[in-house]
């Protein structure tokens, strides 16, 4: 017979997780985790009615529910208690998931969705993906896969279609201008960490997101722009809604000299102000001019990057609007089982300045950009920023 884990136990794990992120040196861990023991009777009573309803659901329930779907349903009923979109509770399969993507193995279509009803719009097609080889592009909307259309029912289990299953296909059905269009999509791709080009001596390095790869090809892109002589590099952000601040600070570490001796590069305060979290910039630095092309959807850690960027005055910025004001710190902590959680532990503080959090940052010169085509040469906003650089 299989071992059971019980429903209070695993909310005290999830308890347990939610509990230390706010305890990130070695003696406040010891301090919260000593505190939680001694309380855990107390919490075996208060979930004891949990208890009972899952001995009820073993010996009574008629349906064909397993223990791990019903654990799993617990888990994301918790997180999502916290009112928050972004913390979320993760399956162990999902967390694998989750690991992969942060390297750039992405294990579903490259398309970001967000629910409409019974539909999914899609919202954002990544470059390089299945998704975009397909044909689908932001605004589509999917009713269903593989023949059957998405309802109330089934809706939670179909759309689990796109993701996972790296080297399988699925068949996307979707809705453009009131047309609907099947098409069949394959599953599992690699993110590139860095796309570059040169555009009239001037160095163009595209950051999508943030891998554990990205810092060593900027490294080694940008060493070969100025080794060439090129006037100036931009770094495009524009699509960059990275949560992988660690990789981040790597990358910005190409750009930027060691950081004051009384102040640290990167700061994260949690909600009483308290410093828990800081990192520091090491000697180097690039001494060309730069500018960074962001938008109003540049967010979390491709946000900092910019405002550090500035705050050390290496590089000016061009957007067609604030950034988009998301300080948030987020972290995974992983469960017993192989699930895991994905919690908001703070807030990042910029290097100077005041906090951007929800104005975002403000640009240098604001500039909309309206290509029509594939190339540098198309891109209004790229072209506009090669002129202020080089003039």
């Not at 699509?239 to 102040?263: A, G, I, R």
């Amino acid at each position: 017979m299989n071992k059971k884990i019980s429903l209070g136990t695993v909310i005290g794990l999830i308890a347990i997780a939610v509990a230390i992120t706010a305890s990130i040196t070695l003696n406040a861990v010891k301090l919260s985790y000593n505190s939680i023991l001694k309380n855990l009777p107390e919490r075996s009573q208060r979930y004891a009615l949990l208890e009972e309803l899952q001995d009820i659901i073993d010996e009574n329930y008629y349906g064909k529910r397993g223990r791990e779907e019903l654990l799993a349903s617990l888990g994301e009923g918790y997180i999502s208690s916290l009112g928050t979109s972004d913390d979320k509770f993760m399956t162990a399969e999902e967390y694998k998931e989750y690991l992969s993507e942060k390297n750039g193995n992405m294990s579903g279509i490259g398309a970001k969705t967000e629910r409409v009803k019974n539909t999914l719009k899609i919202t954002k097609v990544y470059s390089n993906s299945p998704a975009k080889k397909a044909g689908l592009k932001a605004g589509d909307i999917i009713v269903g896969f593989d023949g059957i259309k998405l309802n109330r029912s089934n809706f939670k289990t179909l759309s689990k279609k796109l993701n996972g299953e790296s080297l399988s296909t699925v068949n996307i059905i979707y809705k453009r201008d009131k047309t609907e269009k099947t098409v069949s999509v394959a599953k599992g791709y690699e993110v590139p960490s860095v796309e570059w080009a040169v555009h009239e001596n001037v160095g163009y390095l595209k950051i999508a997101d943030f891998f554990s790869k990205t810092a060593e090809d900027v490294k080694v892109q940008t060493e070969k722009f100025v080794s060439s002589g090129m006037k100036a590099i931009i770094i495009d952000l524009r699509e960059n809604e990275s949560t992988n601040y660690d990789y981040m600070l790597s990358c910005l570490d190409v750009f930027v000299p060691m950081n004051d001796s009384d102040n640290h590069t990167f700061k994260v305060a949690d909600e009483d102000g308290n410093i828990i979290k800081t990192a520091s910039t090491t000697p180097g630095e690039v001494n060309i001019p730069i500018a960074i092309l962001a938008s109003t959807k540049t967010k979390a850690a491709a946000e900092f990057f910019t405002a550090a960027m500035k705050d050390f005055s290496k590089a000016v910025i061009f957007s067609d609007g604030n950034t988009a004001g998301d300080v948030s710190l987020m972290e995974v902590f992983e469960l017993s089982n192989g699930s895991a959680v994905l919690l908001t532990v703070g807030k990042v503080q910029p290097y100077k300045g005041k906090s951007y959090e929800d104005e975002g940052i403000t640009p240098d010169y604001i500039y909309e950009s309206d290509s029509k085509g594939t190339g540098l040469s198309e891109d209004s906003q790229f072209v506009y920023a090669v002129s202020v650089l080089t003039e």
